[in-house]
């Protein structure tokens, strides 16, 4: 009996010291580097315990503007100070010397630091070249002037460009192969996340020194320089954004406080987006607030800017010429109307934006076809695939942006009522369209009806600034507006500005001449929830392009969900036209 017990204690032993083997042999040479269900790497940990360490280079690639310039991180030179200092003798006014800053400064950051120290923290005390030349000629250890990259606390065009995320689950999902980093950052949304293959770090570049459990040296004061050992890596992601004219329009949007909108500014020539402006903003503190919305990205009301699009229809189709007259005393119903503007031309209607006139014609389009609406949405490039989208390496279809689907009708029902019709017909009912494909109708017109894909992105460069590929302007399928009916529009649209009846006549003393379309769209909510006319939310817009004799910018704004005699667009427009001219002009 007693020899029993003995087996059984010993076979229980045996059992228990073989699991244990096991598990030491997973956690040492099976799992070493994607241990458990969240992928750790237990190398990486162990060093982390047993280092204090700087991050010099979180190390995953940068957005550039046009010109190069960096986007998303600003790097500076600074001084670098490791804690073990404190416990040495060392030549602090020597360094203070160098950098024109009181020793005592210097010591007291240091007898804080619990860790490597940037000095001045956020603030860095910036470095000359010449400065570091000096501190590093003086060969302390633990003293070092380097170049850090520190992330920008406020990136210009932020919905555009994205934001980043550690989540450690979608990071292997998205890349299974990779089993070092597991809390790398991530593309969580706009370009950083379309972009994400080829931004995500390899590696950090980093000071690093061993302490022992009291945080002293383990191996004296030694400390080492890690880095990506490629030089071409990371990528960076040429964006088509102008980083002055960006913080201009930005500038535009703050002065005339501008809560829900924003602007959007393209290249007519290369069909880029130059500078996209969204509010409310996004907060770096709560990235996932209300400022996480691109609007200029999403589906919007557009009221009667969409009229451009019944005007080229009805164009297009030969439904109307300019001889033809429409009763703008009455509204859409064919009572008396607000601005009685009495029987007047299609080139006048767009003028004074006679609600009757393009009420009647989208009744005549429809019924002559009841998709040609749409049709001609997307022969301006309104709606359909108006973002960048190719085949990238073995992406299909690669799209630069998540841009919402716009529609003119989202129910057959509609296309059967005539009220309902009418109110299509002046960019109101179920229509929904956004302000990129807006700036993208205006700069197809200003190009005579040719129309293409909008980029944001350029190319993906090498650390070196060669290029890894690049993204061609490409145009959009399908059928386009005739030539003529282009030129009609050109005309029309100038008329909106110029003439003695034009709803923009606000905008004649920009600094460029200006062709374009307002829309003032009723989005059925009203402020305070008070039920009364005096409290209707619209959504303000103008769309058009500049200089008119010679295309080169389509720029819409658009201020939403203000009240009637507020938020006016106008200003917003030309001060944004004047900040463009002046920064070309300079």
Same mark, same amino acid.
């Given at each position: 009996m007693k020899r029993k017990r003995v087996y059984t204690l010993s076979l229980v032993l045996l059992l228990c010291f073989s699991l244990y083997c096991a598990r030491l042999m997973q956690l040492q040479l099976f799992q070493t580097e994607s241990f458990s269900k969240h992928k750790i790497n237990l190398l990486e940990e162990s060093v982390i315990q047993r280092t204090q360490q700087l991050i010099i280079d979180e190390g995953r690639g940068e957005f550039l503007d046009r010109n190069g310039v960096p986007l998303t991180y600003t790097e500076k030179n600074v001084l670098v100070l490791f804690p073990?200092?404190?416990? =040495?003798?060392?030549?602090?006014?020597?360094?203070?010397?160098?950098?024109?800053?009181?020793?005592?400064?210097?010591?007291?950051?240091?007898?804080?630091?619990?860790?490597?120290?940037?000095?001045? @923290?956020?603030?860095?005390?910036?470095?000359?070249?010449?400065? =570091?030349?000096?501190?590093?000629?003086?060969?302390?250890?633990?003293?070092?002037?380097?170049?850090?990259?520190?992330?920008?606390?406020?990136?210009?065009?932020?919905?555009?460009?994205?934001?980043?995320?550690?989540?450690?689950?979608?990071?292997?999902?998205?890349?299974?192969?990779?089993?070092?980093?597991?809390?790398?950052?991530?593309?969580?949304?706009?370009?950083?996340?379309?972009?994400?293959?080829?931004?995500?770090?390899?590696?950090?570049?980093?000071?690093?020194?061993?302490?022992?459990?009291?945080?002293?040296?383990?191996? @004296?004061?030694?400390?080492?320089?890690?880095?990506?050992?490629?030089?071409?890596?990371?990528?960076?992601?040429?964006?088509?954004?102008?980083?002055?004219?960006?913080?201009?329009?930005?500038?535009?949007?703050?002065?005339?406080?501008?809560?829900?909108?924003?602007?959007?500014?393209?290249?007519?020539?290369?069909?880029?987006?130059?500078?996209?402006?969204?509010?409310?903003? =996004?907060s770096s503190s709560d990235p996932f607030n209300a400022g996480a919305t691109n609007f200029m990205l999403k589906a919007l009301i557009p009221g009667s800017v969409f009229k451009t699009v019944v005007a080229a229809a009805a164009m297009d189709e030969g439904i109307v010429d300019e001889s033809r007259l429409f009763p703008c005393d009455e509204d859409i119903y064919g009572s008396m109307a607000e601005k009685p503007h009495g029987n007047i031309n299609i080139k006048t209607s767009l003028a004074v934006s006679c609600n009757r006139t393009f009420a009647d014609l989208a009744n005549e389009l429809v019924e002559k076809d009841s998709h040609a609406l749409e049709n001609y949405a997307k022969k301006l490039g309104l709606l359909g695939d108006i973002s960048w989208n190719g085949d990238v390496f073995h992406y299909e279809n690669f799209p630069q942006l998540q841009v919402s689907e716009g529609r003119i009708f989202s129910s057959e029902v509609g296309r059967s009522d005539p009220n309902y019709i009418s109110q299509t017909g002046i960019g109101q009912y179920e229509v929904r369209v956004t302000p990129l494909g807006v700036a993208n109708m205006m700069a197809t017109i200003a190009r005579g009806g040719d129309k293409y894909q909008v980029s944001a992105v350029s190319a993906v460069e090498y650390q070196n600034g060669t290029e890894m590929f690049s993204f061609p302007q490409k145009n959009i399928g399908g059928e386009t507006i005739t030539p003529y009916t282009a030129m009609k529009l050109q005309q029309y649209l100038r008329g909106v500005v110029n003439s003695p009846e034009g709803t923009?006549?606000?905008?004649?003393? $920009?600094?460029?001449?200006? $062709?374009?379309?307002?829309?003032?769209?009723?989005?059925?909510?009203?402020?305070?929830?008070?039920?009364?006319?005096?409290?209707?939310?619209?959504?303000?817009?103008?769309?058009?392009?500049?200089?008119?004799?010679?295309?080169?910018?389509?720029?819409?704004?658009?201020? =939403?969900?203000?009240?009637?005699?507020?938020?006016?667009?106008?200003?917003?427009?030309?001060?944004?036209?004047?900040?463009?001219?002046?920064?070309?002009?300079?």
């Open positions: 073990f200092l404190k416990k =040495m003798n060392w030549p602090v006014e020597k360094v203070a010397s160098v950098l024109n800053i009181s020793p005592e400064f210097i010591r007291t950051s240091v007898e804080e630091s619990k860790g490597p120290i940037v000095l001045g @923290g956020k603030s860095a005390v910036e470095l000359s070249e010449n400065q =570091m030349e000096a501190i590093n000629g003086l060969e302390i250890q633990g003293v070092f002037a380097l170049s850090k990259k520190f992330k920008n606390e406020q990136v210009i065009a932020s919905q555009l460009i994205g934001i980043t995320g550690e989540n450690a689950e979608v990071f292997h999902k998205r890349y299974p192969d990779k089993v070092k980093g597991y809390n790398q950052k991530i593309g969580v949304s706009g370009l950083q996340e379309s972009f994400d293959e080829w931004l995500v770090a390899e590696e950090q570049a980093k000071l690093i020194y061993h302490v022992d459990n009291m945080g002293g040296p383990l191996f @004296g004061v030694d400390v080492k320089y890690l880095a990506q050992a490629n030089p071409f890596y990371p990528l960076n992601v040429k964006t088509t954004i102008d980083g002055e004219i960006q913080l201009a329009l930005e500038s535009v949007a703050d002065t005339y406080d501008i809560n829900k909108g924003g602007l959007l500014l393209l290249d007519i020539e290369k069909n880029e987006i130059v500078a996209s402006v969204s509010r409310p903003k =996004m923009a006549q606000y905008l004649q003393t $920009a600094a460029y001449p200006i $062709a374009g379309k307002t829309g003032t769209a009723e989005t059925g909510k009203h402020k305070y929830q008070i039920k009364e006319d005096k409290y209707k939310l619209y959504n303000k817009w103008f769309a058009g392009y500049f200089p008119f004799d010679n295309p080169k910018y389509a720029l819409v704004a658009v201020n =939403m969900d203000v009240l009637e005699y507020e938020g006016g667009i106008y200003p917003i427009y030309q001060d944004s036209v004047d900040a463009i001219y002046n920064i070309e002009n300079e």
